[in-house]
């Protein structure tokens, strides 16, 4: 008899998860919609973002990642559960809001106008002796993170919005303070919780091909304790770096070109940025290793060792050992993948270029990169300790997977991989499943204190038949146990892109019924 974790889902129902909630909400879960118990000893906020539309009036979108941010935030406290939900409210959105229609353009392919009228005005500006302008949305929908009293939305190509935290309310842009003069913050970020610090990326790319890359480092009131920044030809893109003792490693993607070609058929509105990524055979693929503040070696420059073609959306766990080499864990994408809206359910070609879970081994001295493939499901959002970034007593990652031989789509699975090689664990979804997030037990104090896994992964979860959300927390030594509880919503949330977990809470304890 098939269980309920192995039925098939019907592709036309796993679509629906994208469909847009116009409906913001607030409100406790109540315990009857609550299956097991939430564990005592959880306590913190999960913060989620991701599209919450997949139309702008009328206008459907072409890709997701093209989709205003909606931010979640599920607060666990005393064994409840408070669900809030908010739109990042950006200029743009604002804008078409008061327009009543779409205004501007997304980076995957979403036009607002059409391609002749785009033709058009590229054609005027052109005889005016003008520049192309190629300007798109920021949706602010890719990240969000709370850190010094704030919580910050990302797109990597713009500003990061600010909310506040117990509201989710839009406050604006934020350059912080003037320090992210590159004008854009990466959609991913580290914790190095041994200084007390934030470490974000700003890239800025330019038609020479000299890109600047910069990476702050911020102390718990938002003071940029560092700064580096290089021009570095061929680094087209950034999406997540690795934090290490000494460095900073980034990939040199060849599968992100910049042309004037490229800029004008932009501009036209016959291409995107999103649909022009490919793999690119004559473009490098490095990794770029950047000599961190406080380097053991105060000499140390830029480093950059060649490896195989491929791309690199993420990464796992990473440490440096005493024999000067870099070990860690990334999801590799083949020279086969594309951006394409695979089925209309994943953000890329999946069914054709799963990501595959590679162990990476950096030798610095004899600057050679190895890699092996480190398991065999279809892979991607792996998720780590949040606060044991680059440390070696960091060992677990956590993915959101497709576990199932013969189907690389949709996610159902959540895959516990230790890269030092002990007991896999698989927790079999009944649904469609979005990334893991790691909450440590111990809070803030999890730098130290407790196992690598001591704590709870957190997971947001679609049922395609009742086209109904859950949040489900597995316990993280037992992945492969099941949920120790089952936060069931009436409504269904969109698929998310990142989340992160923070052991701060910003609701009040409501109090508990008589009856």
Known sequence: MESDFDRPLAVHQVRRGWESLERESEYWVPQADIIGRIPANLRGTLLRNGPGVNEVYGKKLKHPIDGDGMVCAVTFVDGRAHFRSKFVS?????????????????????????????????????????????????????????????????????????????????????????????????????????????????LRVRLNGAAQVALYEFDQHWHCCDKVQHTIDGLNYIHDFVLL???????????V???????????????????????????????????????????????????EPFHIFHYGTAYEDKHYAIHF??????????????????LSNTSVSPGQLFNFRIDMRKKLCSRERADQASVEFPT???????????????????????HNLPYRDVVKFDHRGSRRQVYRSHGVIGEPVFAPRFGYSSFSKGDDDDGYVLVQLYNPELHRTEFIVLDAQHVDQGPCARILLKHHIPYGFHGSFTPDVFVSTPLRPKL
């Open 90 to 202: 950006s200029f743009h959105r604002r804008q078409e809001a008061q327009a009543e229609r779409m205004l501007y353009n997304g980076q995957m392919g979403t036009t607002a106008t059409g391609t002749a009228s785009q033709s058009l005005q590229l054609a005027m500006s052109l005889l005016a002796g003008k520049k192309p302008q190629v300007k798109f949305r920021n949706p602010s929908n890719t990240s969000v993170f709370y850190w010094g009293g704030k919580v910050l939305t990302t797109y990597e190509t713009h500003l990061p919005h600010c909310l506040d935290p117990y509201t989710l309310e839009t406050l604006g842009l934020d350059d912080l303070g003037g320090t992210l003069r590159l004008g854009t913050m990466a959609a991913h970020y580290r914790m190095d919780m041994k200084k007390k610090r934030l470490i974000c990326l700003s």
């Open 245 to 255: 003792p000494n460095f900073y490693l980034v990939h040199m993607t060849p599968f």
């Open 257 to 307: 070109k910049l042309s004037m070609s490229s800029v004008l058929s932009w501009a036209a509105g016959f291409s995107s940025p999103g649909e022009e990524m490919r793999y690119y055979p004559d473009l490098p693929s490095k990794f770029v290793l950047i000599p961190r503040p406080g380097h053991s070696d105060p000499s140390a420059a830029v480093l950059m060792i060649e490896t």
């Open 329 to 346: 864990t990334a999801v590799c994408l083949d020279t086969n993948f594309n951006m394409k809206f695979d089925s209309e359910v994943t």
């Open 384 to 406: 780590v300790h949040p606060f044991r970034h680059g440390l070696s007593t960091s060992s677990y990652n956590y993915l959101m997977a497709s576990d199932r031989p013969g």
